[in-house]
């Protein structure tokens, strides 16, 4: 059993920054291909940045693209997300999720591709 735990949200005005985290635990972190999800109130779930096993390959939603850095660290078992620049369009649920035994050292981009997922945290951009 893979848990995800997610940190780091909060409230934050328009330009600022925050770095969220997900420790993960359960299985070999190293082959989970990681990726960040956020959902606003009404939304559908949305694809944030995604990053392969060795933190090689990486990819991003146009939306944010040139203001969030994902990255992992494998000795920690951690996924991060910096967030720059942040806007008040950002503001949503961020979710971590993990998907564990893909073939390739790739990034996944839909949400069916992963099988894990963390409970969550807020992100509120105020104007």
């Known amino acids: 059993q893979v848990q995800l735990v997610e940190s780091g949200g909060g409230l934050v005005q328009a330009g600022g920054s925050l770095r969220l985290s997900c420790a993960a635990s359960g299985r070999t972190f190293r082959r989970y291909v990681m990726g960040w999800f956020r959902q606003a109130p009404g939304k559908e779930r949305e694809f944030v940045a995604g990053i392969s096993w060795s933190g090689g390959n990486t990819d991003y939603a146009d939306s944010v693209k040139g203001r969030f850095t994902i990255s992992r660290d494998n000795a920690k078992n951690t996924v991060y997300l910096q967030m720059n620049s942040l806007k008040p369009g950002d503001t949503a649920v961020y979710y971590c999720?993990?998907?564990?035994?893909?073939?390739?050292?790739?990034?996944?981009?839909?949400?069916?591709?992963?099988?894990?997922w963390g409970q969550g945290t807020q992100v509120t951009v105020s104007s």
């Open positions: 999720a993990a998907d564990f035994g893909s073939p390739l050292d790739v990034v996944l981009t839909h949400p069916r591709s992963y099988d894990y």
